[in-house]
């Protein structure tokens, strides 16, 4: 039997995907579990189909305006029934998960206020 400290382990290395929103985006998990955006405007996203064990995560990154809202699909479910209210700050950047339960998404804030300049 080995050692915790002879094991060797494996990275895992996700599929990212890079764009601009605009007003409305749709999150494809087919094409990638990471999902690096940059709000251009208010934007109403659009989740693909639920299927259990399903996940993926955003990187929502203000544009050089900032103030950028978002309007979740009505398929999320937040802890306590309340979407979180994402940073404004311009060239700010929050995370927000999302794994699928079968039915709904279950969405959880990673972090906020990132600066990833």
Not at 2 to 30: C, M, P, W
Not at 35 to 58: H, I, K, P, V
Request: net charge neutral.
């Amino acid at each position: 039997m080995k050692h915790l400290s002879e094991q060797v382990f494996t990275a895992i290395r996700e599929t990212v995907v890079t764009a601009n929103t605009g007003t409305a985006y749709t999150v494809d998990g087919a094409k990638g579990t990471i999902f690096d955006l940059t709000l251009t405007g208010n934007c109403a996203f659009t989740f693909l189909a639920a299927t259990s064990g399903g996940q993926f995560t955003l990187l929502l990154k203000q544009d050089g305006t900032g103030s950028r809202t978002v309007t979740w699909p009505s398929s999320v479910r937040w802890p306590g029934g309340t979407a979180p209210v994402i940073t404004a700050t311009a060239g700010r950047t929050d995370v927000v998960s999302f794994v699928c339960d079968g039915t709904y998404w279950l969405g959880f804030l990673g972090g906020q206020n990132f600066n990833r300049a």
